[in-house]
C-alpha cells in the first residue's frame, strides 16, 4: 500500500519514502491510499488470538505488498514486547494501560516500531540514516530507548540545557552506543529550529541521510492501532456498545483507534477526551478548528494547541465533517476536574490514574452519563502514574514506587555532549 500526502492526493509514495520524509514535501501528511477491511471471521476470532498474532494479521493485512512476511514478524515481535493489559476499574469501566514498556508511556509502541521499520527499509543502503530529534523531555526518552541498539540507525536528540527533569535526561542520556544526546545552550524551540535548519541544508542532505522520528511519522502513528484490537479481543461486551476514550493532544493515538475502526473493529464511539487545550471538542461540538496557543496543564503531554493530526483524523472520515461529528464525542476537562476523577476512583476502586489517563476516564464517564446502561467503555491510560509521581503523590496523599526499569535509569552515568545554539556547530558535528 502506498501513501498519499493530505495536501495533495496525487502525491504518493512508497512506504519507505513516506517513512524517510516523515512530512510530505507540500507539508501533508502522509495517509494509506486504501485502507484493507479485514474479514469477518478475523474479528470474530481476535479473541482466540495473541497480541502478536493480532499484530501479524493486522499489519500484514496493511503492509503485504511492501514488507515480506518475515520482516512483519520481525517488527511486531520487537513492537510488541511487553503487554498492554485491560484492567475494568468500575462495572463497565475498562483501564488500556499502555505504559508498560521501557519508557512507562504509550509513546513506546511507536517509537519502537518506527525505529526497526527504519532499520528494515534502510537494510540495503550503505549509509546509515540519522535520525534528528528535538526534545523537551518525554518524546526524547522514548526514540531513545526505541531506537537503541538498532543497526544502520543513530539517533541525535539535541535537548535544552537544564530544562528537562533529572528523570528524563537520564533516560536519554545514559544509554550510549547509537544514542547521542546534544545538550544545547538554549530552550526547546533552539532545538526545533537546529533541528528544522539542518533538514533544510543542502550540503547535509547531499551527504547524509537525515530523518525524523517525530509523532506524525506513519512509523509511529500506525502501530498505535494494534493495542486497540488487542484491547477488544480481552473485552466482553455482554452485549452492548464500545466506546473508547482517548486522552488526546496531538490526536495520533485517537487517528490510530479510528484506522482500526476503519479496517472493521466494531467501535461504536470514540470520545475525543481532552485538558483546557480544547481545540477539537470545539470543532465536534459544531465549532471551527481553530488552533490556540497551548495552555499548561497538570496533563502536559496534552497540551496542545495546534495538533498536527487533525487532518489526518478527518481524512480517515474522507474528509466528511458530520461524519467525523458523528462518530467523535469531545469532551475536556480542567485541573481541577482532573484531580477529583484521580481522587474518587483511588477512593473507590484503589486504582491509581496519571493525570492523562484520568482525563480519558473523565471523557468515558461523562459520555456514558448520556447512555446508562448502553455502553460499556474502555479510556487509554497512556502513563505510568509514576512518571507525574509529584502530580500524582499530591491529589492521592501517598508514595509511589518508581518502576525499578526506571529506577535503574538513576544509577547510569550522564553521557552529553554540550553544544552552544549555533547552526554552523551543530552541523559540523553532523559532518564529522
Ligand atoms: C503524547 C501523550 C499523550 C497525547 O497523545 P497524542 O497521540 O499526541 O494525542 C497523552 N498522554 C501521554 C502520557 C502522552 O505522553
Known amino acids: 500500500m502506498n501513501f498519499y500526502s493530505t495536501n495533495n492526493p496525487d502525491h504518493q509514495v512508497s512506504l519507505k519514502d513516506a517513512v524517510i520524509k516523515g512530512l510530505a514535501p507540500d507539508q501533508g501528511l502522509y495517509m494509506p491510499v486504501a485502507i484493507p477491511m479485514l474479514s469477518q471471521s478475523v474479528i470474530d476470532n481476535l479473541h482466540k488470538m ?23 514478524k520481525t517488527l511486531v515481535d520487537h513492537t510488541l514486547a511487553f503487554d498492554a493489559p485491560l ?15 521501557p519508557t512507562l508511556a504509550f ?4 517509537a519502537r516500531f518506527c525505529s526497526k521499520l527504519m532499520s528494515i527499509l534502510m537494510e540495503e543502503e550503505s549509509q546509515q540514516v540519522k535520525v534528528l530529534v528535538a526534545t523537551s523531555g518525554d518524546t526524547g ?34 544509554l550510549g552506543e547509537n544514542i547521542t544526546a546534544l545538550e544545547i545552550d538554549g530552550v526547546f524551540d533552539d532545538c526545533q529550529k537546529l533541528v528544522k535548519e539542518a533538514f533544510l ?13 517525530n509523532s506524525i511519522n506513519v512509523a509511529r502513528w500506525i502501530p498505535q492501532c494494534l493495542y486497540y ?16 476514550s482517548v486522552p488526546s493532544g496531538n490526536f495520533g493515538n485517537l487517528g490510530a483507534g479510528i484506522l482500526a475502526e476503519r479496517m472493521g473493529l466494531p467501535i461504536d464511539t470514540f470520545i475525543a477526551s481532552t485538558n483546557v487545550n480544547r481545540v ?44 467525523f461529528r458523528e462518530k467523535v464525542k469531545g469532551f475536556y476537562f480542567d485541573d481541577h476536574h482532573t484531580r477529583d476523577a484521580m481522587i474518587t476512583v483511588y477512593h473507590q476502586s484503589k486504582y491509581i490514574m496519571d493525570p492523562h489517563g484520568a482525563v480519558g476516564y473523565l471523557g ?29 503523590e499530591h491529589a492521592l496523599n501517598l508514595t509511589i514506587e518508581l518502576p525499578e526499569r526506571l529506577a535503574a535509569f538513576m544509577d547510569g552515568e550522564k553521557q552529553a555532549l554540550p553544544l552552544e545554539n549555533d547552526f554552523e556547530a551543530f552541523k559540523s558535528y553532523l559532518l564529522k
Open 280 to 323: 477539537v471538542p470545539a470543532f465536534l461540538e459544531g465549532g471551527r478548528f481553530e488552533s490556540q496557543a497551548s495552555i499548561p496543564t497538570i496533563s502536559n503531554s496534552m497540551d496542545v494547541g495546534n495538533p498536527s493530526n487533525f487532518y489526518r483524523l478527518l481524512a480517515l472520515y474522507d474528509n466528511d465533517e458530520s461524519l
Open 87 to 101: 484492567v475494568e476499574i468500575e462495572e463497565g469501566i475498562y483501564s488500556l494501560e499502555l505504559f508498560h514498556g
Open 141 to 174: 526518552s522514548a526514540v531513545a530507548n526505541g531506537f537503541y541498539k538498532v543497526p544502520g540507525v543513530e539517533v541525535i536528540i539535541l535537548y535544552p540545557k537544564g530544562k528537562v527533569s533529572d528523570l528524563q535526561e537520564k533516560q536519554f542520556t545514559t
Open 229 to 244: 484490537f488487542y484491547a477488544y479481543s480481552k473485552l466482553d461486551k455482554a452485549g452492548k456498545k464500545l466506546a473508547v
Open 50 to 72: 495473541s497480541f502478536q498474532e493480532i499484530g501479524y494479521e493486522v499489519l500484514g493485512a496493511l503492509f503485504e505488498d511492501q514488507l515480506e512476511p518475515e520482516q512483519i
Open 201 to 213: 541544508d543542502e550540503e547535509l542532505n547531499s551527504k547524509l541521510i537525515l530523518t525524523s522520528a
Open 107 to 110: 509513546k513506546d509502541f511507536g
Open 364 to 392: 468515558l464517564r461523562n459520555f456514558r452519563k448520556q447512555f446508562p446502561d448502553e455502553y460499556v467503555g474502555i479510556f487509554l491510560e497512556t502513563a505510568h502514574p509514576g512518571k507525574f509521581r509529584e502530580t500524582v
